[in-house]
């Protein structure tokens, strides 16, 4: 089984608040971005719209409709509403998203770093996925590689955990990434054992990625952004969308 590609567009998002105005245009980027063969699009939201706002999310979820493709939106549950930000879940009500992945971010982060503590927030974590469920949507819990209480995803009803792959990038780029692809694989592999799919995300790029899905099992979605708009600038959206397809059509695990 090969796996899906999900291009996060924030950083389009992000150039486009760098100057106001509506260029460069999200919904025309998503647009290249399944032309090029993304098997999807995310999108994360946070409350102090720093880069996608709640009028892309709308905009897109649309445009995913339309095109029968797999619309992921991530965010913090337990951020409440506030100006501007409607909260994580009217926006998913008024989207209706196949996919969404909770992540415990704050808004002095400057990018998602860490997963769920779930000693401290399976409880809070069981209704909240329990109400985005009623929706209709697969929710996926952002979880950190190694996290010995992985199976308790299950316990909080999540169909996936997305592995949290920045240390992994890491190690790649340091020229030893042995132990960390190691205790991915492991970590997927209590997941799964649980009975919760595996996605992944963070800091992957054309330069790890098939190392990564050659090692760590049954991957079945990764969400990859930052990289892919970079490398984009180089190549063109729509050569380096595809390139991205070249590697998870190509890899599968080994290990």
Do not use: W
């Amino acid at each position: 089984m090969s796996t899906a590609l999900s291009v996060n567009l924030n950083k389009i998002a992000v150039l486009r608040n760098s100057r106001g105005g509506d260029e460069p245009d999200v919904v025309r980027a998503g647009t290249a971005c399944l032309d090029a063969g993304a098997h999807g699009l995310t999108v994360h939201p946070r409350p102090d719209a720093r880069h996608i706002r709640a009028d892309d999310v709308l905009a897109l979820a649309s445009l995913c409709r339309a095109r029968g493709v797999e619309y992921n939106i991530e965010g913090n549950p337990f951020a409440p509403p506030r100006p501007g930000y409607p909260g994580l879940l009217a926006l998913c009500e008024a989207a209706r998203p196949a996919q969404v992945t909770f992540v415990p971010d704050g808004d002095g982060q400057l990018t998602s770093d860490h997963g769920f503590d779930f000693a401290r927030d399976a409880a809070g974590l069981r209704p909240l996925v329990a109400a985005y469920k009623a929706l209709g949507a697969r929710v996926s819990l952002f979880v950190d590689v190694g996290d010995p209480a992985v199976a308790r995803a299950a316990d909080c009803g999540a169909d996936r955990v997305e592995l949290y792959t920045g240390p992994y990038a890491e190690a790649f780029a340091a020229g030893d990434a042995r132990a960390a692809l190691a205790a991915a694989a492991d970590t997927a592999r209590r997941a799964q054992a649980a009975g919760v799919a595996v996605n992944a995300g963070h800091d992957l790029s054309q330069a790890n990625l098939a190392t990564f899905l050659a090692h760590v099992p049954d991957v079945r979605e990764v969400s990859i952004g930052h990289a892919l708009i970079g490398e984009s600038l180089y190549a063109g959206l729509d050569a380096t969308v595809r390139a991205y397809r070249r590697i998870v059509d190509g890899t599968c695990a080994t290990a």
